[in-house]
């Protein structure tokens, strides 16, 4: 790969966000979601995913492990490797680490997989996405839909790169072609 990724926010941005979720097999994909997973894959983004949210109480590893099996089952159905799926808690093993998408977290993963944070991008439907991609050097998208948020109040406005409704549309912002301007 080319040193650059996606970071992801699952609840909200791949995965309709109604509250307190406790089942990984009720997960219901946005409409869009998995195909923009598929598109910066193609554009030569490795692809990782929180299913934690900082300031939430820390999941069970063994929820976390269901719904990161649900993920690779969702993207091998839509013909995306499960293996190019990274996830942000580490389950497997006799040591689960289960964390929420971070600043800390973030440099720690791209450090282990060569990865450029100038060239990251960290999307997400909440100022604290937002805040994680300011804070390494990452672009930012802030997904907007009303359709499920679970009426977090966003503290302290920080301007992402890209405000959009859903994840195709971040993939159609971030993956278009720079227009060069000819003298």
């Known amino acids: ?10 609840f909200g ?5 109604h509250g307190v979720f406790d089942q990984a097999d009720k997960l219901k994909f946005k409409h869009g979601a998995l195909q923009a997973l598929k598109e910066f894959d193609a554009g030569g983004y490795q692809l990782f995913v929180a299913v934690c949210r900082t300031g939430m ?9 269901a719904i990161q099996q649900r993920l690779r089952k969702a993207v091998a159905a839509v013909h995306l490797s499960p293996d190019k799926l990274h996830f ?20 720690a993963l791209a450090a282990q997989h060569g990865l450029h944070l100038e060239r990251c991008v960290v999307v997400g ?14 672009k930012t998208v802030l997904l907007v839909s009303q359709d499920d948020t679970p009426g977090e109040d966003d503290a302290e406005w920080e301007e992402p790169e890209y ?9 159609a912002l971030i993956l278009r072609p ?6």
């Open 13 to 17: 941005s791949l995965v309709e966000d």
């Open 57 to 65: 109480p820390v999941p069970d590893p063994a929820f976390v492990q």
């Open 1 to 10: 790969m080319q040193g650059k990724a996606i970071f992801l926010d699952l």
């Open 125 to 138: 439907d909440l100022m604290r996405d937002v805040k994680v991609g300011h804070a390494v050097g990452a």
């Open 163 to 171: 405000l959009v409704e859903s994840l195709a549309e971040a993939a």
């Open 88 to 107: 942000v808690s580490k389950v497997e093993g006799s040591e689960p680490d289960v964390q929420p998408l971070s600043a800390q977290r973030v440099r």
């Open 178 to 183: 720079a227009v060069s301007v000819s003298k």
